[in-house]
């Protein structure tokens, strides 16, 4: 046990990608058992299954503390039960609205027992562990990042309207648009409880808090963003594989493992600069992920060379803006610093910064 707690403090990057597969691999057949068979006893697995990014930066980062505990599991607790609250009342609304799953007693209580590991994602960060704490701290602070929460809420949902038109015309039809005259509130609301649910059940507790947040800091501390987000991007489509296949996608063909790598490409450069612009904010990466996704439950483009085109132009120009091909000075807080140095250094404030 000593040898592999030290093997996995010496390689957390390697670590993080190992446990995040197993953790969904391993648990993706309830993806098939829910959405093929109708077996809802196994949500609560494909729920752990989904924050396999999450819950395996948590793990190293509990097993890399180097500190002291610190506070009470008070707050812990107090912020659990608040998220598996708030958690719950989207999973009831989203299976109530899209599901069309009949509200009862016994769907409530189902759905307490399928948030849990949403809720202790998120009630993580209060945890007593310092190197926990600090881990996920961005996924539930406001402050300084709600100028980048409007961008990411609106930037990838611009980026589909605008592949619509480029489509058309590189399909040389007549320029087609989408119409909003039925837009209402109730077609707002359940814009917003797919953004929810989007943002607490996949795309920001699951997801963003492990690719963005645990294993890019620790990327950009060795490489550039745009080398960063290429890494991720190779591995987060396959991670995907179980969920795919569920949803009847064909993930035995080489074409559809093409297409999803020409899109998720710029898709993840794309995150990844947001993610830096706001000073390494989990919540941002989150909101626009799930933007992402929540458009494209609403706005179907027609077709994948236009939207593939479009995100691929918006990356360039942010690389080339932001030049990405340039590692992050080391005090970015977009990129990792061990506990140890940071200990170091506030130690020894008039340090010079290590080459």
Request: glycine share 6%.
């Amino acid at each position: 046990m000593n040898k592999l707690t030290a093997w996995i403090k010496r390689h957390q990057i390697a670590a993080f990608f190992i446990i995040t597969f197993t953790i969904t691999w391993g648990l993706g057949f309830s993806y098939a058992g829910v959405l093929k068979q109708g077996q809802f006893l196994l949500v609560p697995l494909a729920t752990i299954a989904t924050c396999g990014p999450a819950l395996a930066g948590i793990m190293i980062s509990a097993v890399c503390n180097t500190q002291p505990k610190q506070g009470t599991r008070r707050v812990f607790w107090i912020a659990f039960f608040v998220a598996w609250g708030v958690s719950a009342l989207v999973f009831v609304a989203h299976n109530t609205f899209f599901n069309m799953t009949p509200f009862s007693l016994a769907v409530v209580v189902f759905s307490l027992v399928a948030v849990v590991p949403v809720a202790f994602v998120i009630g993580s960060a209060y945890s007593r562990i310092p190197t926990v704490k600090d881990y996920l701290s961005s996924l539930i602070r406001l402050r300084g990042v709600w100028g980048w929460s409007f961008l990411g809420l609106v930037l990838i949902p611009t980026l589909i309207l605008i592949s619509v038109p480029i489509s058309n015309i590189l399909c040389r039809e007549p320029v087609s648009t989408h119409q909003f005259s039925d837009i209402g509130l109730a077609v707002i609301g359940l814009v917003a409880v797919k953004f929810l649910y989007q943002l607490f059940f996949f795309n920001a507790t699951g997801e963003e808090t492990g690719w963005r947040g645990f294993a890019l800091p620790r990327l950009q501390a060795r490489t550039s963003p745009l080398l960063a987000a290429l890494v991720l991007a190779f591995f987060w489509v396959p991670w995907h594989f179980f969920l795919w296949q569920a949803e009847g996608n064909p993930v035995l063909t080489l074409q559809y493992w093409i297409e999803m790598y020409i899109v998720t490409v710029p898709l993840s450069l794309l995150i990844v600069w947001i993610y830096n612009r706001a000073k390494g904010s989990i919540l941002v990466a989150g909101i626009t992920h799930a933007a992402s996704n929540t458009a494209v439950a609403f706005i179907t483009p027609p077709d994948l060379q236009g939207l593939s085109l479009t995100l691929s132009v918006a990356a360039l120009v942010m690389i080339l803006v932001d030049r990405m091909w340039k590692k992050l000075p080391p005090d970015h807080p977009a990129v990792y610093r061990s506990p140890q140095h940071t200990t170091q250094q506030l130690a020894t404030p008039d340090a010079a910064p290590p080459r």
